[in-house]
């Protein structure tokens, strides 16, 4: 099983898009895939169609079994730990009672054994505060959505910092996945360029910013239903293949 974290620090860049996306689509290619929802906003339940229900928190705090808290998503293969604003609460919770680091990957490491889950995929909130610090301790592959802006970019360096301040004894294998992309811009071309000479093969073919990508969230399908014949779908295929296939 393969734990791959999507965080940055910033809103807005497209963090639960590529989870519930890489997710559907690692599905589609036939891997049992558990998507967990980490922010309290509980957005990965909506863009599936879903309700959005608790999950994160009954699992943390309750100490309910990953079984009893993980909902199928009427798709082949893949699942969903849902979250909403109790989340935070959790949260809060982990940090008063002094929990460690380690608390996330000990919670899905042990319920998850002796399932045959493949892909277990955590999205997460921009937020730092224990539940970020949790999933880059746990993730073998950090996937890092940037837009190609000021503020995106600031994301990724903050998100590099707390990846640094948790202080693992080997890092993830990680990846810059560029997105928001337009080759009009002069800022996209300017900063993907600059992404490029400062962490060279780590950063993935960019998502180009598409309307197709954001009708997907409000109809409750990702883009492999909405538009499976668009730009962005095929960008995304890009992404899935490179996961399975690539050194990440
Ligand atoms: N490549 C893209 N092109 C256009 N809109 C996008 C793209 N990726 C995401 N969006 C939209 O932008 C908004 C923020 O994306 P989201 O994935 O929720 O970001 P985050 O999880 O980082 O806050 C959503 O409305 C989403 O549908
Ligand atoms: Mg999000």
């Excluded at 590529?18 to 558990?34: D, I, Q």
């Excluded at 890092?144 to 640094?164: C, N, Q, V, Y």
């Excluded at 180009?208 to 997907?216: G, I, P």
């Excluded at 109809?219 to 499976?228: K, N, S, V």
Aim: aromatic share 4%; hydrophobic share 40%.
């Amino acid at each position: 099983m393969r734990i791959i974290t999507v965080a940055n620090q910033k809103g807005g860049v497209g963090k639960t898009t590529t989870a519930v996306t890489l997710a559907h689509g690692l599905a589609l290619k036939h891997h049992n895939v558990l998507l967990v929802d980490l922010d309290p906003q509980g957005q990965c339940a909506p863009h599936l169609g879903m309700e959005q229900e608790p999950g994160v928190f009954d699992l943390l705090v309750a100490e309910l079994p990953l079984r009893d808290v993980v909902r199928t998503t009427g798709r082949p293969n893949l699942w969903l730990l849902p979250g909403n604003k109790r989340t935070k609460t959790a949260e809060t919770l982990m940090v008063i009672e002094n929990r460690g680091v380690d608390t996330l990957q000990t919670v899905l490491g042990e319920k998850v054994n002796g399932s045959r889950l493949h892909y277990l995929i955590l999205d997460t909130a921009p937020s730092v505060g224990g539940i970020q610090e949790n999933a880059l301790y746990a993730c073998d592959l950090l996937l890092i959505p940037t837009s190609l802006d000021h503020l995106g970019l600031k994301g990724l360096t903050e998100i590099l910092k707390t990846l640094r301040a948790v202080n693992r004894s080997s890092p993830p294998a990680m990846w810059i996945l560029p997105t928001f992309y337009d080759e009009v811009t002069r800022e996209s071309r300017v900063n993907l360029a600059h992404l490029r000479e400062t962490f060279g093969d780590l950063v993935l073919p960019p998502i180009h910013r598409a309307t197709v990508l954001r009708e997907c969230p409000a109809l409750g399908r990702t883009i492999f239903e909405h538009a499976p014949e668009s730009r962005a779908a095929e960008e995304y295929a890009t992404l899935v293949w490179e996961v399975l296939n690539g050194e990440g």
